[in-house]
């Protein structure tokens, strides 16, 4: 019979590799927590709350995610950020560092969380929704500027691969 116990869950989901599940199941707590205390200050400021959330909206938001989670989990400017959690690898690509988790618990879960784009997003995107309903016109426009970024990231990789080879 298999047991049951959340110790023996935990060895044996983690295969003998440090797994924090306790800290991930934490981290998700601090995250119900902040949507839940963003809706009670949205129902308390009786903020409307939109029928929908225009493809316009969706699409600036999406990118600006996309760009924010990025910066956040990759980008050499904000591994202070991250360095109480990671340890420096080298260049992961262009503009991007490759850094190892470090640590138990929960400094391993958040090192997991920080360097993870996809990790991230949601986190990020949470903000950003509710940015829509509390101050629309100023995440719009924080959005639009990352949007921007991410644009000109995009025109850089491009004008990178139109170069002719130097090597030859």
């Known amino acids: 019979m298999v047991e049951v116990s959340p ?10 590799k440090e797994r924090p599940l306790g800290s991930f199941a934490a981290l998700m707590g601090v995250y119900g927590t902040a949507v839940l205390s963003g809706a009670a200050y949205v129902r308390a400021r009786r903020k409307p709350l939109p029928e929908r959330v225009g493809m316009q909206d969706l699409g600036l938001i999406a990118i600006a995610t996309h760009k924010v989670a990025r910066l956040i989990a990759k980008d050499p400017v904000t591994s202070p950020i991250r360095a109480p959690f990671t340890k420096f690898e080298g260049q992961s690509g262009e ?10 618990g929960p400094r391993k879960a958040v090192g997991e969380l920080v360097t993870c784009p996809f990790c991230l997003a949601q986190w990020v995107a ?3 929704m509710f940015g829509l309903v509390i101050r629309p016109r100023e995440t719009r426009l924080a959005a639009a500027l990352f949007t921007t970024v991410s644009a000109a990231d995009f025109l850089q990789f491009a004008y990178d691969a139109l170069q002719p080879d130097e090597k030859s």
């Not at 503009?95 to 138990?104: K, L």
């Open 7 to 16: 110790r023996a869950i935990k060895q044996r989901y983690a295969g003998g």
């Open 95 to 104: 503009a991007e560092v490759a850094e190892e988790v470090v640590g138990t």
């Open 126 to 128: 949470t903000a950003f």
